[in-house]
């Protein structure tokens, strides 16, 4: 599939982001076949493509594909850009904190009265509500939804390993503008799109809401829960490396015994039935303990694959560079990192129609279409060298 039959494509997106939130919702348009320009602070760009530890993956992650203009928005000639480029835009993003577009003069009905056909979408924290003024991040409401009780030990709430809630949110985002997209083709009618990251914490523990609802006592964290399979949790081989089972029919248990030559265990009355083995648990797990790590792991996991059952390595993030079935399923792809470090990294996990090889994507410098899109709106080179020499806007050259 080509560019140009991407079913995006010919939508023009502006997006005022930082972080994650507003980029993830950038990226997966453009994904998505979107034309999606970022604008940035000058002279130097967002602040995170300076970000070190594990927020060094954030700019190189969530903004590929994308163009960049720096722009600034606290002179009045930065702001007359930004709406005469939002008057040829389809959408605009923001997850600017609370109120900021609204100061600047680019709130929801200020663009809307420039041209409304224009779908903008809000990321904040929270949707409108008692909570709203707050400033929120990913690991705030994971807190508070009963995300990071759920996922530590009793005592310890600890966050998701990932910004699970700022991508799902930035996801309901790109959810939100394409329907909106959907109902403008039928009424010509631009809409706000609002996602926030608590009520989609919220959305994620609906599950354990419902519950807790037909529970007489409290829910307990994942570590502490008492599984609905006897056979539901890692162990570890000869080697020291640890490997997830997953046993969650009768069938999996025979096939499991019958691989492993435990005929014995399959043909144990005792554990004929899931609920059986639950009872039997005290003394089955320390023996499929001890019998599982007499094998090296990748001997564990052949005859698990054999047997049909679930079964998992545990990974680190740097181990899916080299993952055989991402590599051959096409969803990592080639990105030039700043500084000519090129590497593989995931694409958008749907497909449509297959997948076609794609050119090696690049991150934009700082300003690296500025130039362009000014041309585009009619600025003469006079003005644009103008307006780069007053630092109203930077251009990629600058910065040569």
Known sequence: ??????????????????????????????????????????????????????GAGYFPFFNRKKRSVAI?????????IVRRMAAESDVVIENFSPGAM??????????TGINPRLIYCS???FLPGPYEQRVALDEVVQMMSGLAYMTGPPGQPLRAGASVID?????????????????????GRGRLVQSGLFETAAFVMGHH?????????????MPARVSAWAVYRTFTGADGRQV?????????????????????????????TNNQRIDERAWLLPELEKMLQTMPSDEILRRCEQAGIPFAPIARPEDLFDDPHLMHSGSLIDVELPGGT???????????????????????????????????????????????????????????
């Not at 010919?10 to 076949?33: K, N, T, Y």
């Not at 034309?35 to 300076?50: H, L």
């Not at 003069?105 to 200020?110: A, E, F, I, S």
């Not at 809401?209 to 006592?217: I, K, R, V």
Request: hydrophobic share 40%; proline share 6%; glycine share 10%.
């Open 244 to 272: 997830f089972i997953g046993i969650t029919s009768d069938k999996h248990w025979q096939r499991f015994c019958t691989v492993f030559g435990r005929e014995d265990l399959r043909d144990d009355p005792r554990l004929a």
């Open 123 to 125: 990321l904040k924290g």
């Open 72 to 80: 600034d928005l606290k002179t009045g000639a930065g702001l007359d």
């Open 167 to 187: 991508i799902m949110s930035g996801l309901f985002g790109a959810l939100g503008i394409i329907t909106a997209l959907r109902q403008r083709d039928q009424d």
């Open 342 to 400: 090129r590497t593989r990294l995931p694409r958008l996990p749907v497909l449509l129609d297959g997948r076609d090889d794609v050119p090696v994507q690049s991150l934009p410098a700082v300003g690296a279409d500025t130039r362009t899109v000014l041309t585009d709106l009619g600025y003469t080179p006079d003005e644009i060298a103008a307006l780069s020499a007053a630092g109203v806007v930077t251009l990629a050259d600058d910065h040569e």
């Open 1 to 54: 599939m080509n560019e140009g039959s991407l079913p995006l494509h010919g939508v023009r997106v502006l997006e005022f982001s930082h972080a994650v939130l507003g980029p993830a919702c950038g990226l997966i348009l453009a994904e998505l076949g979107a034309m999606v320009t970022r604008v940035e602070r000058t002279p130097d760009g967002d602040d995170t493509r300076r970000l070190k530890g594990f």
């Open 102 to 111: 609204e100061r600047l003069g680019l709130g929801y009905r200020d663009l």
């Open 209 to 221: 809401m419902a519950y807790a609802a037909l529970s007489d006592t409290p829910v307990p964290p």
